[in-house]
């Protein structure tokens, strides 16, 4: 699996727009681009992914550049609930036989700042 | 859908002492995920389960144990506590691709078991 890099931390003022990188590039053509937060003590969340095209659901949106090598996820209103650690995972699709396991680096602390 | 749940949510052990640890996966979902998290070490892959086998182990001892049932229900054991596996211990659930078709690795978390080892 590809390797990913992300900032440490991450401020955002509160409504605003949170925007967190994700450095990924090594990916390969079959590699997924996941993103899952944690909230304190809390189990991680799964938030979005992508292949290529952009993708939004009604927690964010995905950005991915045309070449893959970066993604950005945007938290559209940030709010202070949204204040958790941040994972970029990249990942190949799976079939009957794949493993599933996540590989989690360090991830981005955003803290949300009323 | 209700979501993954874990049994026991807390739980004080002290070493030697051996824990059992359930994970009820999201219904439909027939592979379970496990992972511990610590400060240090941060989260890291057990292993996984689907069909009632594993699939796939990481980097632990044979201390660390698993099992799925026909469910599709695990249970993860720990033998001969010690104090370093002081830790959350999470549990994942997702679907299984079928045949040759490539589905997204959507995994969904329950809200761990806190295991505390005196």
């Known amino acids: 699996d590809a390797k990913t890099t992300q900032p440490t931390s991450m401020d955002c003022a509160e409504g605003r727009a949170a925007n967190l990188p994700c450095n990924h590039s090594t990916i390969s053509g079959n590699e997924y681009v996941y993103w899952y937060r944690q909230i304190h003590s809390q189990g991680p969340q799964y938030i979005i992914h992508?292949?290529?095209n952009n993708e939004t659901n009604e927690m964010a949106s995905l950005i991915i550049t045309e070449d893959r090598k970066s993604s950005t996820l945007i938290l559209p209103h940030a709010t202070l609930r949204d204040t958790a650690v941040y994972y970029c995972i990249v990942r190949v699709g799976l079939s009957s036989g794949s493993a599933r396991q996540l590989t989690f680096g360090s991830g981005t602390q955003l803290t949300v700042l009323p | 859908k209700a979501g993954v749940t874990q049994t026991p949510r807390y739980l004080i052990k002290t070493r030697g002492q051996q824990v059992t640890l359930s994970c009820s996966p999201i219904?439909?979902?027939?592979?379970v995920s496990w992972y511990q998290q610590t400060p240090g070490q941060g989260l890291q892959f057990l292993f996984e389960?689907?069909?009632?086998?594993?699939?796939n182990k990481g980097n632990f001892p044979g201390r660390f144990s698993g099992r799925q049932f026909s469910n599709s229900r695990s249970e993860m054991n720990v033998s001969t506590l010690e104090l370093g596996d002081s830790a959350l211990y999470l549990c994942a659930s997702g679907v299984v691709g079928t045949g040759g078709a490539s589905v997204p690795n959507e995994q969904f978390f329950g809200p761990g078991t806190r295991l505390t080892v005196l």
């Open positions: 219904s439909g979902h027939r592979s």
């Open positions: 389960y689907f069909s009632e086998t594993q699939r």
């Open positions: 992508g292949l290529k």
